[in-house]
């Protein structure tokens, strides 16, 4: 079987790792390619580094045309607040949708709005969204139209604290998350804090505890808990085009005495049989060379006392988008997990 698959959003960071990671898939055909280009160009021109690679022409967005054509699974990897106003009409065409924006990973619109400051477009389909962790929601992933893809930050995040929040090892509201990105974790817009000149040899936070991510982290810790959990979430943004690295800090819960064997133990159980989840060895924590280029998150954990300390990594346009978009589309259709993204 072969899968027929559109991107739209095709000239963007995550648009690129999709056509790079789908060229490669050996179940899957590329149909179309669509942008906000005003006339139709060969991918290639606009992406040297496809040529020889793919002949494919990139189009203009059209919706009708999208809904028209002959593909199975659409990939939205559009700026948020523009998913909404195309994944319904998708839907009731019957193809299965996967957006890598933020339009469908906050069940409460009150919430999106506050954030993203929009109204909401489509509740009907928010409803049915499944948030696309597959660590976590494997088994709604298989049965899924639509697919909330995760935030890169919010998986570094939940992926680090999920074991812990899920067996009540932690007082909830210690958690401290000190997040740290590169820069393609902005996308392509064009601003002057992302340009070369002012991020070069700089390193600052932004957005201190108003992110638009951090309610994504709160929403699935607070259902892992099942208790309303807040924390506390300081983005950082690197001098550096790609990779997550996170720092968590949390403190035990008052009477258990926990050592770093028996949390590392837990986290390996936990994440028993995950194909992407590496869980090193005590006070082997990660850095953003081990996992860029790959698919994988990686997790150290260390126990000072009553503080735990997770050091999270992931390729922010990999497993923090395209690469977890793409392994997502494997559980749906039901292919092995890992193909096209080892």
Avoid: W
Avoid at 197 to 205: H, I, L, N
Avoid at 217 to 245: A, M, T
Avoid at 253 to 275: D, H, M, N, Q
């Amino acid at each position: 079987m072969v899968t027929n698959a559109d991107i739209v959003g095709a000239t963007g960071y995550t648009g690129q790792e999709l056509i790079d990671i789908l060229l490669n898939h050996p179940n899957v055909k590329i149909t179309g390619l669509y942008s906000t280009t005003q006339e139709p160009k060969p991918i290639s021109d606009i992406l040297p580094g496809l040529k020889n690679r793919t002949s494919l022409i990139c189009k203009k967005i059209d919706k009708k045309e999208l809904v028209a054509d002959k593909s199975h699974v659409v990939f939205l990897a559009l700026p948020h607040t523009h998913a909404m106003d195309i994944a319904a009409d998708l839907m009731r065409a019957g193809k299965y949708v996967i957006d890598l924006s933020a339009d469908y990973r906050l069940k409460s619109t009150s919430v999106y709005e506050k954030f993203y400051n929009i109204k909401h477009k489509d509740k009907t389909n928010l409803s049915k969204a499944v948030y696309g962790l597959p660590e976590i929601y494997r088994q709604k992933i298989k049965g899924a139209k639509l697919i909330a893809n995760p935030g890169c930050y919010p998986t570094a995040a939940i992926l680090a604290l999920a074991p812990l929040v899920a067996t009540d090892s932690i007082e909830l509201d210690s958690i401290i998350i000190d997040a740290k990105s590169g820069t393609t974790g902005a996308g392509k817009k064009t601003t002057q804090e992302l340009q070369f000149s002012e991020t070069d040899e700089d390193f600052k936070p932004y957005k201190v505890n108003i992110h638009q991510h951090m309610p994504e982290i709160e929403q699935e810790l607070s259902k892992l808990s099942g208790k309303n959990l807040k924390l506390v979430f300081v983005p950082h943004l690197l001098p550096l085009k790609r990779g997550i690295l996170e720092t968590i800090y949390a403190r035990t819960v008052a009477k258990s005495k926990p050592t770093s064997r028996g949390i590392i133990s837990l986290y390996k159980k936990f994440y028993k049989g995950e194909p992407f989840v590496r869980i090193r060895k005590d006070a082997d924590y990660p850095r953003l060379k081990d996992v860029v280029g790959t698919n994988y998150c990686d997790i150290a954990v260390g126990v000072f006392g009553k503080n735990i300390i997770i050091v999270s990594a992931i390729d922010n346009l990999l497993k923090g988008a395209s690469g977890q978009a793409v392994q997502n589309m494997n559980i749906m259709l039901g292919y092995p997990e890992q193909t096209g993204l080892l």
